[in-house]
């Protein structure tokens, strides 16, 4: 009776601890015997290509590598409206910061997005499937509350059946697109009128922190990040600038 008892304690522990386990480990033992379906495999892919880059460049005033900048913090941060002379407001350089950004994204990713095309056709192929893959297009949307990679790259998975997938739709969650909006907004005040008042845009979108930080040489340093999912846009203007010792342009600005 003390031998079965024993053997019945064990026998028990074995199980708790395999039901541990298998709850540790689920994940993993999940995607060697259950593989992620091709759309969920370019997502994971892309997302690990793109990485860090959406915030990278939306800290340079999104242009990887500005020509017209502000060195700000050792950063290059690009001049969005800009004018060299004094007392005149600044000239717009990017119109479409928006269509800008997603053009820089675009270019980034489409090799990576092809490349990891390749790797989900190259692992059907080692799992007996027959796989027929035509080239396509990368197009990049910042929409609301998130940002859209869409890879036009048709892929036809053949096996027992076929499955054709004509494209494949990355969702990164954000809010670049208020920002990018408003940065827009604070950009064509500076064009008209000079300058800008960050206050007024936060009273209307709280979620926003709009930071203007003005430098020696009359250029203005503008960060605005959304306080709860914290992305954020930096970028550079000199508009309606006066030499040191004139005072300010402010008292001239209507807003």
């Known amino acids: 009776m003390i031998n079965r008892g024993q053997v019945t304690i064990f026998i028990i522990l074995a199980v708790v601890i395999a039901a541990v386990l298998l709850v540790v480990f689920y994940p993993r033992i999940k995607n060697v015997f259950i593989p992620s379906s091709p759309p969920v495999q370019i997502e994971d892919c892309v997302k690990k290509q793109l990485g860090n880059f959406v915030q990278e460049i939306a800290s340079h005033g999104g242009s990887l590598e500005p020509v017209n900048f ?6 290059k941060i690009d001049y969005l409206c800009y004018t060299n002379e004094y007392y005149k407001t600044c000239v717009m350089q990017q119109p479409f910061i928006k269509q800008k950004f997603e053009d820089e994204i675009s270019r980034f990713i489409s090799e990576k997005a092809k490349s990891c095309v390749g790797e989900l ?3 059907y192929k080692s799992k007996g499937y027959s796989v027929e893959s035509r080239t396509g297009n990368v197009s990049v949307e910042i929409v609301p509350n998130s940002l859209k990679i869409i890879v036009s790259m048709p892929v036809t998975l053949t096996k027992e059946t076929s499955e054709t997938f004509d494209k494949f739709i990355i969702t990164r969650p954000g809010n670049m697109y208020e920002i990018l909006i408003i940065s827009q907004a604070i950009l064509n005040y500076e ?3 000079g300058d800008s008042i960050p206050e007024d845009f936060m009273l209307l979108y709280p979620n926003l922190r709009i930071q203007k930080l003005k430098q020696s040489d009359g250029s203005k340093i503008y960060i605005v990040e959304d306080r709860d999912t914290k992305d954020s846009f930096t970028f550079a203007t000199r508009s309606l600038s006066w030499p040191e010792g004139f005072g300010t342009q402010e008292k001239y600005v209507k807003v």
């Open 70 to 75: 502000y060195l700000y913090n050792n950063k």
């Open 121 to 123: 056709a190259a692992n």
């Open 191 to 193: 064009a008209r009128y």
